[in-house]
């Protein structure tokens, strides 16, 4: 993060919102086994580009229609609840369900879903 520039998806493109330091790293996109997919594994994340608008964190990517995913969804529901391992640690994440995995797995062309750390979550120590 540099220059007042945050990353509500972790790897994505940034945004200098007032409201986006809050959302700082809160969402991140894994492949099929579970594993966090950085820059370094998927260079094409760099092309998402993200916004804060109207409650909604705005995702656009090249060739794609916007998806819009709720900033603040209370979390009830533990069939879309998993732990994913990040840079050694456990995390507990919130799968964004069946659009959001098509939209992302579409733009970088192969499966992959997006995921929110859950808001429960202890601070994560990024990689």
Request: proline fraction near 6%.
């Amino acid at each position: 993060m540099s220059n007042g520039e945050f990353h509500p998806v972790a790897a994505c493109g940034g945004t200098t919102h007032p409201d986006a330091a809050a959302y700082d790293k809160r969402w991140l996109v894994i492949n099929d086994a579970g594993q966090w997919l950085d820059r370094g594994l998927c260079p094409k994340l760099a092309d998402v580009s993200v916004e804060l608008r109207m409650g909604y964190l705005v995702l656009k990517a090249p060739g794609m229609l916007r998806l819009d995913i709720p900033l603040d969804v209370i979390e009830d529901d533990d069939s879309v609840r998993c732990q994913i391992s990040l840079g050694g640690q456990t995390v507990d994440v919130v799968d964004e369900g069946e659009l959001a995995a098509a939209w992302i797995s579409n733009f970088i062309g192969f499966p992959c879903r997006v995921m929110k750390v859950h808001p429960d979550m202890a601070e994560v120590r990024w990689p």
